[in-house]
Each structure stands twice: as structure tokens, then as C-alpha cells.
């Protein structure tokens, strides 16, 4: 399948160790990008905070490479463009299906499994550009099994086969449209409203395991940074990083599907 990636120029590797790691040496070496690396398979796959991610043939592993698009201080919004851009793509391929959603902070879920994944990083070059990788994980063809949370991909959730290319090449407009949308971070309230219309455990309860603590409550919003805000007994509670467990995943939660990722 020829791939109209429109303004993004695409590398094609039959197998990397990580299309992440690939982007930023070529930043390194003096590449600007927009560049898409895609690798058919990758050997040292990885989500956040270094944990594995499975690569087999059949599904999506691409990195977009990005410099100076915004100042270090937004960089990280980056991640809520490519989430409210990959769902608005997926959502597409899955027919409009609304069980298709974004979980806080890199996940889209389908039906409460994880179908894929987000990993944004970020370096400042010698000559002080700011190089911006953002990872696209999505499970196409083929899903773990085995896991300690459910998992899906795209042929099964749209019941028609689905390959990389086909997400790709819905994929490239979205993003072109986010990236302008949010400019910079100047329209990051837009990004963030069209992020939590489609967010998975809005108003519900959940727990966010952080490094030092576990906070349980409610997921009322996301505030104008991108934290987390969850009210609690004690008040509301805005939360820069952790992993969430959705209602289903709560000891003690009437509710006993395990959604947790």
C-alpha cells in the first residue's frame, strides 16, 4: 500500500531495535524532520518508564520526528495532540465505534482493553534545537495474550482485517490537523477539550498509583496543563504522573472486569 503521509516524509526498516530510539539518532546526526520511521518489527520495543512492548509483524511500530514545535516547557502536551489525533484515526477504522478511548496519560483502550500505546520523548541538541519523538504503538493484526490486563487490536475490535499501513494513512492527516490545531501550544485548551470528550473513566472512580503514593477518587478533568485531577475525600488532587486503574480495577469495586493497564 502506497501511504499518503502528506507533509511527513516516511523510513521504511524491516526491523529496529526501537523506531523511537532510530528518530532521535537521526536528530542527532542533524535531521529536522517531519520524519516518520516504521519498522515492520522492532527488537527493544518499549512503553513508559522502560516497560517492554511486544513487536510482532502485523501491527503499527512508527515514531514521528519533530523539531522546535514548541518551547520545552509545552513539549509534553505533544503527547495529548498524537492521543486526541491516533483516536480520531482509530476511531474511523473501527467504524465510529465510541467504546474506542483515551486513557490518561498514552493509552487508547477499545471496549476497556488496550489496543495502543503513546511514548513521547524529548532532547535538546548541541545546537540547542529541541528534537521531539513521539511513538506510535498500535496493536493491528495481533494482540498479547497472557497479560495482566486485557488487550485487543484493530481487525478484532472492527471485525475486518486491518494492517499498519491503513493507520498510517489515516493517521498523517489527523496529526496535520492536531499539530496545527494546537500551534504551539497556543491551542492546547482545544486539544484538551477534544481529548476529554473522548476520555475512558471521566466522572468515574479510579486509583492512580504514583511513585510515593496511591490516590483513589474521582476523574473529574484534566487540568490546563495536562494533569490529572482527581477529587477526593480530602479535596482535588492534580497528578503529573502514575498509572491509572479504572473503576473495574479498584479492590473492592462492584464492577469486576479488570480494566487496569
Same mark, same amino acid.
Given at each position: ?13 524491516? +526491523? ?33 518508564q522502560?516497560?517492554?512492548?511486544a513487536?510482532?509483524p ?8 519533530? +523539531?522546535?514545535?514548541s518551547?520545552? $516547557? ?8 498524537a ?11 473501527v467504524?465510529?465505534?465510541e467504546?474506542?478511548?483515551?486513557k490518561?496519560?498514552n493509552d487508547?483502550?477499545?471496549d476497556?482493553? $488496550? ?6 520523548e524529548?532532547a535538546?541538541?548541541?545546537?540547542g ?12 493484526r495481533?494482540h ?15 471485525g ?6 491503513d493507520?498510517?494513512?489515516a ?5 496535520? $490537523? ?19 470528550a $473522548? ?15 496511591t ?9 490546563s +496543563?495536562?494533569?490529572?485531577?482527581v ?6 488532587v ?24
Open positions: 500500500m502506497l501511504v499518503d503521509a502528506g507533509p511527513y516524509r516516511i523510513e521504511r526498516f524491516e +526491523t529496529l531495535g526501537s523506531t523511537n530510539d532510530e528518530a532521535m539518532v537521526r536528530a542527532r546526526a542533524g535531521e529536522r524532520g517531519p520524519l516518520f520511521i516504521v519498522a515492520t518489527r522492532q527488537t527493544g520495543g518499549r512503553g513508559r522502560g516497560r517492554v512492548w513487536s510482532p502485523g501491527n503499527l511500530y512508527a515514531s514521528l520526528l519533530l +523539531t522546535d514545535a518551547d520545552l $516547557k509545552v513539549a509534553p502536551q505533544l503527547g495529548f495532540v492521543g486526541v489525533a491516533l483516536a480520531e484515526s482509530l476511531r474511523v477504522l467504524h465510529g465505534d467504546r474506542l478511548r483515551l490518561w496519560p487508547i483502550l477499545f476497556g482493553a $488496550k489496543l495502543a500505546g503513546l511514548l513521547l524529548s535538546t541538541m548541541p545546537d534545537r529541541l528534537a521531539c519523538v513521539i511513538g506510535f504503538g498500535v496493536n493491528c495481533s498479547p495474550e497472557g497479560l495482566a490486563y486485557p488487550a485487543t487490536d484493530l481487525s478484532a475490535a472492527s475486518t482485517p486491518i494492517g499498519p499501513d493507520v498510517l494513512q493517521l498523517a492527516p489527523s496529526l496535520q $490537523k492536531h499539530l496545527a490545531d494546537w500551534d504551539g501550544g497556543a491551542g492546547f485548551l482545544g486539544i484538551r477539550s477534544a481529548w476529554l $473522548k476520555a475512558a473513566g471521566l466522572g468515574d472512580m479510579i486509583e492512580v498509583r504514583c511513585s510515593s503514593r490516590v483513589t477518587g474521582t476523574f473529574s478533568s484534566l487540568d +496543563t495536562g494533569r490529572l485531577l477529587e477526593t475525600a480530602e479535596g482535588c492534580a497528578i503529573d504522573a502514575g498509572d491509572v486503574f479504572l473503576h473495574g480495577a479498584i479492590p473492592g469495586s462492584n464492577v469486576t472486569t479488570n480494566r487496569g493497564f
